[in-house]
Structure formats: structure tokens, C-alpha cells
């Protein structure tokens, strides 16, 4: 897949496609270097727990950043919870 040309593709679900097949086609070669297939499922399991842990600890932080910028929201005569409330929301949908 190194050698593919994607400048044609101007289309996001193309891309994602495009992407999709070719991550899909790496990890079926990888699994096929494995000779137990327990030690790939293990493999993929630690790889998905540490993503999803390095996100979950980039959320924390953009959390804490945005408790301390919400405290200012005040001087504008705007309820800071209520600005926290909305602001963490937007960031939790971009988590999921």
C-alpha cells in the first residue's frame, strides 16, 4: 500500500474506505506472522487498552484546562457551570 497513488481521491467515505483497507490488510499480515493466534489477540488487546488509555488521559487534561479556563467565563456575564456543562459535552461527543 506504500506505493499507492491517493491524490485522485477526493472523497472523505472513499478515504475512509481507501484506509480501512489498507489497515485491514496490514493487520491480516501481521496475524499470519504470529504462529499462535492467542499471541496476536493479546497483541491487539494491549494495543487498543493503551489507545484507549493515552485518550482517556488526553481527555483528563483537556478537562482540567478547560475547568480553568470556565472560570473566567464569569466577567461575561455567563453562568460558568453552565459553560463548563456545554463545553465538556462537546469534548465527551468528540471522545466517543
Not at 506505493?3 to 490488510?25: F, T
Not at 493466534?37 to 488509555?53: A, G, M, T, Y
Request: net charge negative.
Amino acid at each position: 500500500m506504500e506505493n499507492d497513488d491517493v491524490s485522485g481521491i477526493d472523497s472523505v467515505g472513499l478515504m475512509q474506505d481507501y484506509v480501512e483497507r489498507a489497515v485491514l490488510e496490514d493487520v491480516e499480515k501481521l496475524k499470519s506472522e504470529f504462529p499462535d493466534s492467542e499471541q496476536f489477540f493479546e497483541l491487539e488487546r494491549r494495543v487498543v487498552l493503551q489507545s484507549i488509555d493515552e485518550l482517556w488521559m488526553a481527555h483528563i487534561h483537556s478537562m482540567t484546562k478547560l475547568r480553568e479556563s470556565v472560570a473566567f467565563e464569569g466577567y461575561a456575564q455567563k453562568n460558568p457551570l453552565v459553560v463548563y456543562k456545554e463545553k465538556a459535552y462537546e469534548k465527551f461527543e468528540l471522545l466517543i
